[in-house]
């Protein structure tokens, strides 16, 4: 057992891949991610996770602001025992549904690989795969249902689909998003951030590729 941030996760968990284990090891796991979720996320916020990984973000929110103010989602079925075990060493019990988060709640094709970090519905190039159909909850619904005030999202280059016109934030004041130009090109970051420019929000913050947006 590991401890990042306060929050404690079991790194030797058979479901966890060797490179997200060398990245506990190393302390650098969802640093940057991690780091603007503790300097940024307030008492009152209610959250939305879209891509939870291992749970780790999930359960720094919960100590945070309260298992009931968090609402996770996972694509990767596979991960499930390893985010239940974490939750359960941190004794925290945020909402967490074992679907992808998309625009219009279909099912997706997930591609997945050996190493979790590289598992995606965005076919990669240069990385082996198998291919898993999973539901999906549409953002628009969570957004009308959860009425979260910040989302929190890492979901491999997805964020440019997800977030971008036609989209109602509603009650949205911050969004942190782990961005990948590496996956979906400098130019469709660009139009996200235009879009979110246009929706009210202005960049506040960013450590590596993690961006905080705020209004």
Avoid: W
Avoid at 36 to 64: M, N, P
Avoid at 138 to 145: A, H, M, Q, V
């Amino acid at each position: 057992m590991i401890c990042l941030s306060g929050v404690s996760l079991d790194a030797r968990h058979p479901g966890i891949s060797r490179m997200v284990r060398n990245q506990l090891y190393r302390g650098t796991y969802e640093m940057s991610e991690s780091l603007l979720v503790r300097k940024y996320l307030q008492y009152s916020d209610r959250v939305v996770e879209a891509g939870c990984g291992i749970g780790f973000i999930g359960c720094l929110c919960a100590q945070t602001i309260g298992s009931e103010s968090v609402y996770s989602y996972e694509a990767n079925p596979a991960l499930e025992s390893v985010i239940r075990a974490n939750y359960n060493l941190n004794q925290v019990n945020p909402s967490l549904k074992m679907h992808a988060v998309t625009r219009d709640g279909a099912d997706v094709d997930l591609h997945v690989a050996d190493n979790q970090i590289s598992t995606s519905a965005i076919l990669r190039d240069n990385v082996k795969t198998s291919h898993l159909s999973v539901k999906s909850s549409s953002l628009c619904g969570i957004l009308i249902e959860i009425k979260p005030s910040v989302l929190v999202m890492d979901v491999e280059g997805l964020e440019v689909d997800l977030l971008a016109s036609p989209l109602d934030l509603g009650g949205v004041r911050m969004i942190i998003v782990e961005t990948h130009p590496h996956i979906v090109g400098t130019s469709k970051i660009e139009a996200m951030n235009d879009f979110l420019r246009i929706s009210g929000f202005r960049i506040a913050d960013c450590s590596g590729k993690v961006v905080v947006y705020v209004r």
